[in-house]
């Protein structure tokens, strides 16, 4: 298979550089709508990993939900037969990409939770400088309900403990000698570049899992932000203890540590002709 899909040297240095790049246009509107029917049908029936992030009386909805493409044909050919892999393996400088899981975020209009500042690797059970997600939205996203990122931060070299709602953080830092407190990016927002795009259906945005990201809420009162990511791995990703919750708490893998990710459940999809 052809692995260039249309990204650039210099898309491919600005993710290098930056931690997180937009790509115009890669998605067929097929993909796209195919997509979404997906996610109409997901939260009409979510699976067992749900999670409702707004409280109960607040505006809006942030829903979340995990592993569709087990349970959905669609999201099942998006992972295989896509370009999403391609781009993948471009973007990573990998030879092999495996696919790791997918996560559905949307947020309906008015929502006013934030997506909090994290990076995405101490969440996952995984090792290695190759991994990656694509941001995929299904609907126009203005600048001002995207994602930010904090340019550079994946070549910072921390580790930053994970941030489960209704846990603290400085206790999740303690488990691991490589996690600090996410600092208050807020706080002082001058200090860093951050990035964010204006993005059409078929735009995405690739981001490493150590780039630091984080979203407002969607206080648009008529347009909905539906985003599917999906996470891919590239050959020196292996498997790895992480001390407390992980997520998505994905089990019955029966991968052990240092072994390659690549079974069943995180299935092959690529390889370098
Ligand atoms: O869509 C969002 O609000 C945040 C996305 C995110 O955190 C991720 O894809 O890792």
Redesign the pocket.
Known sequence: MDASVGISDADVAAFRRDGAVCLRGLFEPEWIAALADAVERDKAAPGPMVRHNTPAGNPGEFFVDFQLWRRFDTCRRFVFESPAARIAARMLGAGRITFYHD?L?V?EPGTAER?PW?H?QPYYPIDGEMVG?I?LPLDPVPEETC?EYVAGSHRWGRWFAPMFFNQDNTALAALDARWEPVPDIDADRGAYELLRWSLEPGDCIFFHALTL?G?PGNVSSDRRRR?Y?TRWLGEDARYADRPGQISPPITGHGLKPGDAMDCEMFPPVWRAA
């Open positions: 996560h975020l947020k997506t994290h995405d997600s941001w994602v990201h979203a985003a990511a």
